[in-house]
């Protein structure tokens, strides 16, 4: 069983910075990428932006520039740092972690997310 958990998220104004983070636990051989999604109300859950066990990067392109993810791997955690924050980044974003288990096993697991709230 793996569990990933995030913090953060909150209300901004437009122009400022959130930093949310992400932490995975239990039976974790290795953890292979973990990422950031994001799901708007009326709309479809998107890819963000995530990092592979070897630090290999990947952004939307609405949030390069602007958002920076990074990774602890004895922690086995990940980050977000999200600067010059729009109103069109209002969502509930969520963390995920896909690897093998202890045990052998491939596993995909989501956080329950956290709400990130930009204001104009």
């Known amino acids: 069983q793996v569990r990933v958990v995030e913090f953060g998220g909150g209300l901004v104004q437009a122009g400022g910075s959130l930093r949310l983070s992400c932490a995975a636990s239990?039976?974790?051989?290795?953890?292979?990428?973990m990422g950031w999604y994001r799901q708007a109300p009326g709309n479809q859950r998107e890819l963000v932006a995530d990092?592979?066990?070897?630090?290999?990067?990947n952004y939307a392109d609405s949030v390069k520039g602007r958002f920076t993810i990074s990774r602890d791997g004895a922690k086995k955690s990940v980050y977000l740092q999200m600067n010059s924050l729009k109103p069109e980044d209002t969502a509930f974003y969520y963390c995920?972690?896909?690897?093998?288990?202890?045990?052998?096993?491939?596993?995909?697991?989501w956080g329950q997310g956290t709400q990130v709230t930009v204001s104009s």
């Open positions: 995920i972690a896909e690897g093998i288990t202890g045990i052998g096993e491939s596993f995909t697991s």
């Open positions: 239990g039976s974790i051989f290795r953890i292979r990428v």
């Open positions: 990092i592979t066990n070897l630090g290999r990067t």
